[in-house]
Structures are given as structure tokens and as C-alpha cells.
């Protein structure tokens, strides 16, 4: 009778101990999770203050073209506009791209995100298959040891 309540008792910490281990990976990924959110924030605001520094620095550039047209006495007709519409529809471009490459990060981040979750949901499940199947054993070497073969 000894035996078998030690056999119960340890059943019992094993299934316990499978689901605190599921519960753990599942804490660890969630926490993975949030981090990996976070550097996605990061990086929308990383590329925002990029795309802002790019236009910025764009606008500086057709100002000292527009001010050197001005002191060449050339007027604006013709190649001039061209070259400063060119100018524009390039730097506008660039900042397509800073954005697009930032989408993409971001895209790709929630994506891990969403991945470690489920990694954690997947360990939490195992942690409790882990218990019933600790349980199922534990019953059965409990059931074994009732059993008297001499009877």
C-alpha cells in the first residue's frame, strides 16, 4: 500500500511538473513575442525619422538647385524644370523604398511574433499531454502493484 501511494504521489509531481515546464514555454515565448513587437515599433519609428531626414535633406537639394538656376540667369523653362522635376519624382522614390523596407521589417517581425506565440500555445499543450500521459502511467503502475500474482 506504501508503494502504490508513492507511485501516486510521484504521478502527481511529474504531471505537475510537465504542466509548470508547459506554462514556462509558453511564458518565455509570450515574453519573446512582446520583445519582437517591440523592435518592430522600433523600427516603424526608425524609418519614419529616416523617410523625414530623407525629405528633408531632399528639399535642401532642389532649394540650392532653384538658387543656383537663379544665380546662373538661366531661367527655368526647359532643362532646368526637368532636372528639378527629375529630382523630385527620385527623392520621392526613395522615400518609397525607406517605407516599403520598413513594411517589410515590420511585416516580418509581426510574422516571428506570431510564430513564437504559437510556439508557446504548442508547449502549453504538450505540457498538459505530458500530465495526462504521467497520469495514465502512474494509474497503471499503481493498478499493477494492487495486483497480487499468487492470489
Do not use: W
Not at 75 to 91: E, H, I, M, R
Not at 133 to 145: H, L, W
Amino acid at each position: 500500500m506504501c508503494l502504490m501511494a508513492l507511485s501516486l504521489i510521484g504521478t502527481a509531481v511529474s504531471a505537475a511538473g510537465s504542466i509548470a515546464q508547459g506554462n514556462q514555454a509558453a511564458a518565455a515565448a509570450e515574453a519573446q513575442a512582446a520583445a519582437i513587437e517591440q523592435q518592430a515599433e522600433a523600427e516603424r519609428r526608425a524609418s519614419a525619422y529616416e523617410a523625414l531626414q530623407t525629405s528633408r535633406k531632399q528639399e535642401l537639394q532642389q532649394s540650392a538647385a532653384r538658387a543656383s538656376i537663379g544665380a546662373s540667369g538661366v531661367g527655368f523653362a526647359g532643362s532646368p524644370t526637368a532636372v528639378l522635376v527629375a529630382n523630385a519624382g527620385q527623392g520621392q522614390l526613395d522615400l518609397e523604398a525607406i517605407r516599403f523596407g520598413s513594411t517589410l521589417k515590420q511585416n516580418n517581425l509581426g510574422t516571428q511574433a506570431d510564430l513564437s506565440r504559437m510556439q508557446g500555445r504548442q508547449a502549453k499543450a504538450a505540457g498538459a499531454i505530458g500530465a495526462v500521459s504521467s497520469f495514465i502511467n502512474g494509474a497503471t503502475n499503481a493498478v499493477r502493484m494492487n495486483q497480487n500474482p499468487f492470489q
